[in-house]
């Protein structure tokens, strides 16, 4: 088998690692407190301090984004976790036994999918209110129909092919056939749609904050500090550039990564 | 061949369903097979022949239970019957190993012990005739015929008595189809067996089976031994048939 370089998935990697590392590294050392005022060096310009320059409180704004990005990747990879198992049990039960089950949940699906995803995660928010695990909630919630259509689609394609057929004659349990014959063959569709899926959270995280119902004081994210970033846009662009910069790279480098992983499902196919 | 049943199928009449739309309706029936009724005898090779969309494969699906007869009867003497399909590209599952595929119908099982498992997958391979070194391989990296002979050792693994065979040579080539004929002939020495051969290849079917049944149109037209009706075809359409494949 011929193993060609697969240029998106390197470069998706190679970004998505750095951004990673990064966070991860933020995590436990920021060069400045995050959270530490200093009135004598607000809106400081991008500088060998400091890399993002400053806020209107003199904060360092590379160690807020430093903090910020951790807090949204780990929204956005719950909601992707909550979305695609949920979404993939759904999927597998509608996609492998039909019938009913399917009519009835796959029309439930096409209600929640008729509701734009921010105005479904809004309604949500409304009910049980603001804060980190609430958006994770609500995020999920409303990630679960597009990884449930994915999945049924896979799984209802595999129903009748001969290895499954022989499966079942075997004596092997529907759930056995779902998770051990059949799930290990629809990874090629899952993961693509787990990397959209995160890209996805990443950006509804950012415009939920953005708009006031996503994470609350003193958590922050990188979407709730673009909106913080928007009211001191002409003393200090630099905090809007580089915040948005953070979350285009993030979204850029996983979408890579799902368009490298589709690419090699293509080849394979 | 002594005169033991394996398989009574009783004046068997049925079909399939279109799947019903946004869940109205039943959905359209169609069917296919009318008033087959047939029996394979214990160590035989039962051939069935016919031209495609006759409804052989319904009729396979139907004795493995995967279909249900709007009429009739379908009675096994023995149990856990098992098929092998005429792709051997769709027949074994691309996520896993040979090994993985052959332990599965044992784990299933779950009366053996991991070396048992062990033992067993390695004793069906070597009468199969493959190496261990295909143990370790996906389907994708074997030929047509390895993959028919892994497809072979994974039905017969928990050592049914009886082999539903739709087709499984129709997709190799001359050479590889003998060697798997030969093949299947040695397992049914071996094994005790006895198949119901599904194919529309007249040649294969002579060379192999010790009866025919010859089916048109759903319903079987004509039945015998292979001399019986090779050399002196009762019907048109047999005759017809055994034409086409000189």
Known sequence: MKKRINGYLLAGLIITGILLLMTLVGVFYTPCDPNAMSMGEKFLSPRAAHLFGTDNFGRDIFSRVLKGSGTTLAIALATVAIGAVAGTLVGAATGYFGGIVDDTLMRLNDALTAFPSILLALLVISIVGPGKYNVVLALGIVFIPSFARVTRTAFAGLRDVNYITSARLMGASHFRIMAAHMLPNTLRVLLPAITIGFNNAVLAEASMSFLGIGVTPPDASLGYMLSEAQGMFSRAPWYALCTGGVIALLVFGAGLIGEGLQKIDREVA | ?246
């Open chain 2, 1 to 246: 061949m002594s005169k033991e049943p394996v398989l009574e199928v009783r004046h068997v009449t049925g079909g399939y369903r279109t799947p019903s739309v946004m869940g109205r309706g039943r959905g359209v029936y169609h069917e296919v097979l009318h008033d087959v009724d047939f029996t394979v005898f214990h160590g035989e090779i039962l051939g069935l022949v016919g031209e495609s969309g006759t409804g052989k494969s319904t009729l396979a699906r139907m004795i493995l239970g995967l279909v249900k007869p709007e009429q009739g009867e379908i009675v096994h003497h023995t149990p856990r019957p098992q098929i092998i399909f005429q792709d051997p590209y769709s027949s074994l599952n691309p996520a896993y190993t040979v090994e993985w595929t052959l332990e599965e119908p044992l784990r299933i099982y779950g009366k053996y012990d991991a070396a048992e498992r062990k033992r067993r997958v390695r004793e069906m391979l070597a009468r199969v005739e493959l190496p261990e070194e295909c143990l370790k391989a996906k389907p994708d990296e074997l030929s047509g015929g390895q993959r028919q002979r892994v497809s072979i050792a994974a039905a017969l693994i928990r050592r049914p008595r009886f082999l539903i065979a739709d087709e499984p040579v129709s997709a190799l080539d001359v050479t590889i189809q003998a060697q798997i004929l030969k093949l299947m002939r040695s397992l049914r020495e071996e094994l005790d067996l006895s198949y119901l051969f599904i194919s529309h290849d007249l040649n294969v079917v002579y060379q192999l089976c010790d009866r025919v049944l010859v089916m048109k149109a759903g319903r079987i037209v004509e039945q015998g031994t292979i001399q019986e009706v090779f050399d002196h075809p009762q019907q048109e359409y047999t005759r017809r048939l055994l034409a086409a494949a000189e």
